[in-house]
């Protein structure tokens, strides 16, 4: 499927250096509306639609469990992770790009943050029953998670009828932001402790595309602490069955 490019590499720097970048160092969060344009968003939620339709969102998994917790009342998604790359995710991938376009403009600018990599892109359903996520820090222990990003494709949405706005609660302010989960709005915002934040319950179905980008130094040290950690296991597994 042939795409436009709606946005140029001016605009794209422009974006980058004039919005992001700034609203992230002040204020830890930056949204911006209409970045694909409604032709391409349009074919990013046909996507992501037919995904949904076939089966292929699962339930959201939770890190550990605690007894007596049914997960859905901890967070109520399906999801599926995607690299773009698969057949029928055309305009996923078109989006994917132009987001690591946009992040990269900015990375540079943003501190002591080195950024050369991302994870694949969560595709997420919230099915309208109520469903969402309760308040909770996306990277509480540096894992390396660095910008998180969201993408939403929800069209004609009333927060006041459908809820699932996402909630930030900004370390050290009194204030929260709420971000209703508007159809082509990209939202940027730290993942780790400074950005508390929970998807408030959604009463229609509600689509987002969200990815994560790295710091390299923080990503490799955490990949270091899980092999020590997984080779310590297998030497006290061995010596217990020795």
Not at 107 to 123: P, Y
Not at 138 to 162: F, M, V
Not at 173 to 196: G, K, Q
Request: glycine share 8%; hydrophobic share 35%.
């Amino acid at each position: 499927m042939p795409f436009i490019e709606p946005v140029s590499d001016s605009d794209l720097q422009s974006l980058a250096l004039d919005r992001v970048v700034p609203s992230l160092l002040e204020d830890g969060f930056c949204y911006v509306d209409g970045l694909l344009g409604e032709l391409v968003g349009d074919a990013v939620l046909e996507q992501v639609k037919d995904m949904h339709r076939s089966g292929a969102l699962q339930d959201g998994r939770l890190v550990g469990s605690v007894p007596g917790i049914r997960r859905k009342s901890i967070r109520g998604d399906q999801i599926a992770w995607v690299s773009g790359s698969e057949r029928g995710c055309e305009a996923i991938h078109f989006l994917l790009n132009l987001i690591d376009k946009l992040v990269s403009l900015c990375s540079s600018r943003l501190g002591n943050t080195t950024i050369k990599e991302r994870s694949k892109a969560m595709v997420a359903c919230y099915p309208g029953n109520g469903a969402g996520y309760v308040k909770h820090v996306d990277n509480p222990n540096s894992d390396g998670r660095r910008i998180t990003c969201i993408y939403y494709l929800n069209k004609n949405w009333d927060a006041k009828e459908h809820g699932g706005i996402l909630r930030i609660y900004p370390e050290g302010e009194n204030d929260v932001a709420d971000i209703e989960p508007l159809f082509d709005r990209l939202l940027f915002f730290w993942s780790d402790r400074r950005n508390p934040h929970e998807v408030q319950p959604s009463y229609s179905t509600r689509y987002a595309i969200t990815v994560w980008y790295f710091d390299s130094e923080e990503r490799a040290e955490a990949k270091r602490r899980f092999r020590d950690l997984t080779a310590s296991t297998r030497q006290e597994n061995s010596s217990s069955s020795s």
